[in-house]
């Protein structure tokens, strides 16, 4: 895998979060949210949640790009601003999942066989449940938004990256400038830090798309299921909950997220691959 | 090799304790009054009375600190008694043996059919790298992974049900194989994937070892090499069965709200939305008690069918 093709692949998964940041230049604001971004000018002029009972279940034509759901809602502009949750939950979760499991990993490695039997046990037990189980289980017990969502996925995707830094901790805390760091009257979170965690995260980052495509999955599962942000805001998850609903009428209201779901997931796929193999 | 197992066997019981904590650890530091939660919280509901309150905790147990709760909720769990449904007041294990029989038959034809394509997929493929096989099989697997089950449910009810109407559009297991066949068909796709590159990478692996290039010298047929290439992988797939049951457990919670199936899955996302505790945590320990017995009995059989993996570890 060249670096020129590692390269292209990150790009085309940055577009997502892109995409995702620009939905309220692409589609009009709800205007609570921003009073003044709801007067802009915008590509797709429909608010993600303005109902139209007159405009029900409509087909794909030149107003609305790709019809209106149940409520009359345009399906565009609830795809533009779902990826607001789909995206940037999945990796507000990556990337605490990622910082939870190096620290552990570099740890565990770091400061013997006690904090490494702890951090083992943890990830047997967090690995021991299926992670929609315990994401689930969680969302019955705090009520769920952004946040709360983002932590769940992060507390249940945090043991691969800690497994694969540990691995490499070992391997540098045995070596001799770990060796003098101690030595020299390092504390051990300035071991853990400074020496042993910069050397042994190459490893997990290669995998964090992998893992930012599994929690764009497990977001969109949890919204699916009605246990994601809560309604009106719009997510891929939720859209596809709503579109099961109207299956029979409406095949615009199914493919728009499916699809969306299928590309994000398939980027980060390829972005993994490309940057595990390119080590 | 006993001594192997029995370790084993102790990481598995010291894991499924750790489960049995973790379990009870969320039950207790649920934010706000269970008993009010369930006796009143919800919306449109008439606040309960205190004395209902009072009643509902003895009942549950919630009168009592926190240290004898969890002695308490150890013993039963080891008893197999997982507490009473906040909601109906049944036991929880009678509840979840209710929905069981769905879930386990759509599952099991699931995996059947999916180790019926993903097998020769794998072997196809492992045959001839870089041939047509193995490319048609890179394709589909990335279309599958990418692919969120419900959103493939939805996309088959769709095709099958809406388009070709050769399916009902919610499933119906008293209308034999055809109401459970696109559940079945779904999760087998999702199943599909794993097995195929698994196959695929172990018998491509045991084609490339000595003993296979030495077996090709000696004029063996293609036939005779690959059943030794699937002997010789048979510790990646015992490896396999275990990874695939949480995926199989969490693809029936999502695949039977699509088709409303009433099983398992379904009874864990209602009690999730009902807030209903017991039966919540009761399904998180039935599944994760399942994932550890099968990671155990993952490793006994990788152990028999290769003794090579005792001796690595108490070499």
Redesign the interface.
Known sequence: MTRHCVRRRLLVLALFPALALLAPVLARNRPADAPLAHQLLTPVPFDPDATDLAARLRPPDGTHLLGTDDLGRDVLSRLLHGARVSVLVGLAAAALAFAAGTLLGAAAGTLGPGVDRAVL??T??V????????V???????PPSRFTAALLIALTAWPEAARLVRAEALRLAASPYVEAAWAAGASPGRVVLRHVLPGAVAPALATLPYVV?GAV?LE??LS????GVPPPTASW?RA??D??ES??SA?WC??P??AA???L??AA??AGEALTESR | MTRFLARRAL?AV???F??LV??FL?LS???GDPARLAAGGLPGRRPASEEALRAFRAVHGLDRPVAARLGAWLGSAARLDLGRSFRDGRKVTERIGETLPATLSVNGVALLLAALAGVPLGIAAARRPGGRADRFSGLLL??L????S??LG??L??LF??KLRWVP?FADPSAGPAGLALPALTLALVALAPIARVVRESVRTALRSPSAIAGRARGESPREETLRALRRSVPAFAGLLASL???L??GS??VE??FAVPGTGQL??D???A???PT??G??LA??VA??LA?LLADALAALADPRLVDVEEG
């Open positions: 046990v943890l047997g037990v690995q021991a449940f299926p992670a929609l189980v315990l689930a289980a969680g969302a019955a017990l705090v495509g999955l969109a599962s699916f299921l009605g246990l998850g596809l909950a579109a099961r299956l029979t095949w199914v493919v997220p499916a779901l299928f590309l997931v398939l796929r390829k | 990481g010291g894991t499924l750790g489960v973790a379990v969320l530091a649920a934010p990335d279309a992974y990418s692919l969120p419900f959103a939805l996309l009810l769709l049900a809406v559009v049951v949480p995926q457990v969490a919670v999502l709200r699509v864990l996302a009690s999730v939305f807030r209903d505790l919540v945590l399904l998180t599944s994760g994932v550890v990671t």
